[in-house]
């Protein structure tokens, strides 16, 4: 293969049982070019972009795909390309979530590290300034459509997630009653005080410093995860915005 060449295949083959989709097929595409691949139903395309793009292995033939051969560098195929369905209508039947999994699995990524691993850049990362691009990369999408995907999957932008788990960890630091509000406020990522306060008492509906002040004894004996989940800010049903709040009014 050339380095003109951004797809090469030699003969390649495939049958399911007795249909024979593809019979010694050959293709050249050139590099920086526009390539449509047009046939009748049946001809055969999708099996041979499946086959190009390492879905689908070949019964015979070869091919390489920039560079790469698409049986013994199958990963290093994946990190060329990018693959999306024919029809936009096929993202909308899926979930912003499932949308984000399958591009990882596409990539080569383990299932359960495909599933979260751009949410997971928030939850791990939650403290660093917020760069959507980067984690745009991660998920395999542009910036755009990255924030469109997360939204439709968390129901928040990219930005107002991250504020919250920023809030959500904030008052965690606060209950534990061994750090300053300035300190909580620079240990989540805030660079501002006075936005860090505006942050808290919009999702959790009163100052860090009121917060802090309260008697939080009654959660020391609930397991971490659950007092994660009673207290997550902006996450529970209004009009209470925090967990603690809507269980203490059914005390």
């Known amino acids: ?10 003969g390649l083959e495939k049958s399911y049982g007795a249909a024979r989709v593809l019979a010694r097929v050959d293709l050249q595409v050139t590099r920086g070019t526009v390539f449509s691949l047009l046939g009748p139903n049946g001809a055969g395309k999708t099996t041979m972009v499946r086959i190009l793009s390492t879905l689908t292995r070949p019964d015979a033939g070869q091919a390489r795909v920039a560079g790469f051969d ?31 999994r399958m591009m990882g699995r596409l990539s080569g990524l383990p299932r359960r590290q495909a599933r979260g691993r751009a949410r997971d850049l928030l939850d791990r990362e ?5 760069d959507v691009p980067l984690m745009a990369r991660a998920a395999l999408m542009s910036p755009s459509l990255f924030s469109r995907r997360f939204r439709e999957a968390y129901g928040d932008t990219p930005y107002g997630y991250l504020q919250a788990r920023r809030v959500e960890r904030a008052m965690a630091l606060l209950r534990s009653g061994h750090m300053s509000v300035t300190d909580v406020c620079i240990a989540v990522g805030f660079t501002s005080l006075g936005s860090f306060s505006s942050t808290f008492t919009r999702l959790v509906g009163e100052p860090p410093s009121a917060y802090k002040a309260r008697d939080h004894s009654r959660l020391a004996p ?9 207290a997550r800010p902006g996450w529970i049903a209004q009009p209470c915005r ?3 709040a809507f269980l203490a009014g059914r005390a």
């Open 1 to 10: 293969m050339t380095d003109e060449l951004a797809i090469e295949a030699i």
């Open 222 to 230: 609930v397991p971490p995860c659950m007092t994660r989940a009673w």
């Open 70 to 100: 698409i049986a013994g560098d199958r990963h290093l195929v994946r990190r060329s390309i990018s693959l999306t369905g024919q029809y936009a209508t096929v993202d909308l039947l899926q979930t912003g979530e499932e949308n984000l």
């Open 242 to 244: 925090i967990g603690e």
């Open 126 to 130: 939650y403290a660093r300034p917020l």
